[in-house]
């Protein structure tokens, strides 16, 4: 099983985009080492699009100017680092930048990722062929991954257009995307995150996995896409509905230079330990209570212990609203006493029966494990 | 206006079906009188379909043999008991039962009511021509109704299929079904009531109303259309819904022969008052949580004195779960003082800040009026 928990690493898409190249790739895996990300779990150092040349060379892909040394030397490189290699391709004949993609070429390239020592593939949407159904075009990069006899980590990148967690892990996918692309502004989060992903829990589990797109932790308004930037509050809210929806924690920031507040978000080894719980269960929407248009929804995540990690969340523009989460809607008994902890203030919060309630931020999180007495 | 808090009356469809006469019609009349319906606010007493003849004669509508007074005398009559009289008919060529209708003969018959002296006229979309788009029938027919210059509330019943609360009030609608039949079930509330009511508050105020559909309160699985009836605890529920939603208040079950749980139920005054209030603002769903697949939602419908209603619901098969309501989430300071009022036991339930919360029965209610202090 290649992600019996959800897959962790990079993707240069949210920071770099086009401007990708072969001395950033070899940095950051650099940083994964010295910031202590691989330490932390994070594992996949992964390029999304712009390494491919304009053209196929004797029908293979190959890369760009920005990749002197090669793709397979920049594998070799990231593995010496004890990490792993990702690249990214298209299901259509060009990617979503212009590039040579792989409609046609599965086979191929699929060869060539392997030849190249790659672990971990992103396959996007952009420039399918009016008519074609993308769902098999999805399913025969799979069988061409699994020909290859490589173990490579299979990214689908549909866009959540047709349902893919109904096809893709019959497809060979790992992880497939929910929607359409994030970026680093609040509603964004809040769109893809706390609206889109609801009735989505029951279809992932070890290896295989709902795609919310990227983190935007730290971008703090850099990068292609951005659109203004999270605060750290929003950062954390994002971060702990992510662990808490088995999400796949890809980095989407410039990890050369994290800022303090996104180091020790990204590393909050007690909110990664809720996402990488080996039970492998997605959490999911518990409930919510509107206040005007936003409103303040409680998730929940069952693990591995008997304990259950819960997000309160504060998604109005007020601070301090009261979120509660009653001990019968994560299923334990009201009178069963259950030790609650903060996860990101890392301490006890004490004893508790029937139920417990915080006053998180604007927009922001209380992100708990409860623990009845005698489980865990 | 017509219609400036909810209509409320008895509709005969609920239980009689096709078995409707005139002998019924003047016993209900009379049982709103004697039974207190009147006292407590119920007044239209409305024929449902198969009052109609097979044929029109000259042109017009005329009743079938179980009429053998006529329609005017029978309105009348109901006039008589100091109660409105209402009708049906339908905006295809046919009635959902096959009896003639008014597609076409929209003036006509439009007229014919207002000769007949009727007050309220319910229309149904069954055959209406293929090919042929039913909203501008429906301002058919409110043009023609308008026209004959007689007050006639005008109920659209085409079961929320063109998003009627968008166009309704336009076509001169003074209520509007928002779903399909409701029938004596507790699945059929849950879905009618709890599901598709979410998120129409907005379209309603005096004078346009969201038609839920008629109370099955009382049936007890007797009717054409039931199918095992619902509980009393679950009569209950449903009937607080509909005073939170300010629906109009139709009665469906047998008003000559009502349960005492039944009279209890309909004749709850305080409860009335909420369906009733004058600010006219329909409730919304506050929030809800999950437990397994059934909620615990809270409902809230602002009143005029600036007080809230609530209702609390259990919805579960298990009985006192836990249901919450924070001030905050109804719009009052947590710390502001608020008697609660219990609507169904009619006692009050303290001076409380903050929250309050219930533990009603499996698929029960607690219905209250909370007060700020100083409001009212």
């Known amino acids: 099983m290649l992600a019996p928990t959800p897959p962790m690493g990079w993707n240069s898409w949210n920071t770099f985009g086009g401007k990708i190249n072969e001395q950033v790739v070899k940095e950051t895996a650099d940083a ?16 999304d699009d712009h390494w491919e040349a304009n053209e196929r060379v004797d029908g293979r892909l190959v890369p760009n100017e920005k990749f002197p040394g090669g793709i397979k030397a920049l594998a070799d490189y990231v593995h010496g680092k004890g990490l792993k290699f990702g690249i990214y391709s298209c299901a259509g004949t060009h990617t979503c930048g212009g590039r ?53 980590l299979y990214s689908v990148c549909e866009w959540g257009k047709d349902k893919p967690w109904e096809w893709a892990p019959r497809a060979g996918a ?36 709902n795609d919310p797109d990227m983190l935007v932790v730290g971008m703090h308004g850099k990068g292609n896409v951005a659109k203004g930037g999270c605060t750290d509050v929003e950062y954390r809210s994002h971060f ?21 507040p996104a180091r020790e978000i990204l590393l909050n080894t007690e909110a990664i330990a809720v996402n990488q719980d080996p039970l492998g269960r997605q ?17 929940a995540k069952p693990l591995e212990d008997g304990s259950v990690a819960v997000g309160l969340f504060n998604l109005t523009d007020l601070d301090k609203r009261r979120v509660s989460v009653a001990w019968e809607a994560i299923s334990i008994d009201p009178k069963r ?32 494990r409860i623990t009845p007495q005698g489980a865990g």
């Open 32 to 47: 994964f080492v010295e910031q202590g990300l691989k330490e932390a779990g994070y594992e996949y150092v992964v390029i």
């Open 100 to 152: 040579p993609a792989s409609y046609g070429y599965e086979e191929i390239d699929a060869q060539t990722f392997a030849d190249w020592g790659v672990d971990f593939l992103k396959y996007d949407r952009c420039y399918v062929p009016s008519g074609v159904v993308a769902p098999p075009l999805y399913w025969r990069m799979g069988q061409a991954l699994r020909a290859t006899g490589r173990p490579i």
């Open 174 to 209: 790992h992880m497939w995307r929910t929607t359409g692309d994030i970026n680093d502004s609040w509603e964004s989060v809040f769109k893809i995150g706390f609206e889109r992903q609801v009735g989505l829990h029951s279809y992932a589990g070890p290896d295989h996995w």
């Open 240 to 260: 702990s509905l992510w662990c808490l929806l088995a999400s796949p924690l890809m980095i989407g920031c410039d990890v050369r230079a994290m800022s303090e």
């Open 283 to 299: 959490g999911y929407r518990v409930g919510e209570f509107m206040h005007g248009s936003r409103p303040t929804p409680v998730w």
């Open 337 to 368: 006493p259950c030790t609650v902890r903060d996860l990101w203030a890392h301490e006890e919060l004490g004893v508790h029966t029937v139920e417990f309630t915080a006053q998180p931020p604007s927009h922001g999180v209380a992100l708990l």
